[in-house]
């Protein structure tokens, strides 16, 4: 099946500084990927949709100048986390729409736990 | 807006069959999934189906879809241990790959 690879898988950094998270399909192409963030024992909430070669799309009360989109080719889209401060600690967690024949399936990567102290 | 419902928990004895259920208030939902989450790892895909059929069945997964009631239902057959986690329904709507999630139900299995 279809691989999303998701890096780093854990990251502890400190307040003001900036993390970038990658997010790769491994075997297949994705125009779109998705950026999830998820609360402790809570579900998934989306972020916003990374769109190859254009801007990305930001849900309703996601600041796009705090989580910056980069999807520059089709296996790789970065999030990046600027001056995280402590209420940015989640898992955060991205998928990939496959452009070709698993088109309606959406494929997760590990996620990232990101710490900021 | 859209909405996923479903239940927090459920506790069964292995061996036993789980169902796990959802609710959604989107009738132009396309496709519905299950996904399953294992704590501290990401989303796997267990099985999803078309808005226009009843039921599909996966090895030890059956899922069954009342469309009139917008109902989704997942039953695992001979739940086992490994089967424990959390497990998400989740909807997605025209042809966008948005999906909007259930808040999850956390599978215990008892031996």
């Known amino acids: 099946g279809a691989v999303v690879s998701q890096h780093p898988s854990r990251v502890i950094c400190k307040s003001g500084t900036s993390v970038k998270i990658e997010c790769r399909s491994l075997?297949?192409?994705?125009?779109?990927m998705f950026w999830y963030r998820q609360f402790p024992k809570k579900s998934l909430m989306l972020m916003a949709t990374s769109n190859e070669g254009s801007k990305a799309t930001y849900e309703q009360g996601v600041e796009k100048d705090k989580f910056l989109i980069n999807h520059a080719s089709l296996t790789l889209s970065t999030l990046t986390v600027t001056s995280a401060h402590p209420e940015d600690s989640s898992f955060y967690i991205c998928s990939a729409r496959d452009n070709g024949r698993f088109n309606e399936k959406l494929f997760f990567g590990s996620g990232t736990q990101l710490s900021v102290l | 807006g859209e909405d996923v419902e479903q239940s927090l928990f459920l506790s069964v004895r292995e061996g036993d069959s789980s169902v796990i259920n959802c609710t959604y208030t989107?009738?132009?939902?396309?496709?519905l999934y299950w996904y399953k989450q294992e704590p501290g790892a990401g989303l796997q895909l267990l099985t999803y189906i078309f808005s226009n059929m009843d039921m599909k069945q996966d090895q030890r997964l059956t899922v069954l879809l009342n469309k009139k009631d917008k109902h989704l239902s997942l039953r695992i057959a001979d739940t086992q241990t490994g089967d424990s986690a959390i497990y998400f329904c989740a909807e997605s709507t025209g042809n966008t790959g948005k999906l909007i999630f259930g808040q999850g139900t956390t599978l215990q299995v008892k031996p």
């Open positions: 075997d297949f192409q994705a125009t779109t």
């Open positions: 989107d009738s132009s939902s396309t496709y």
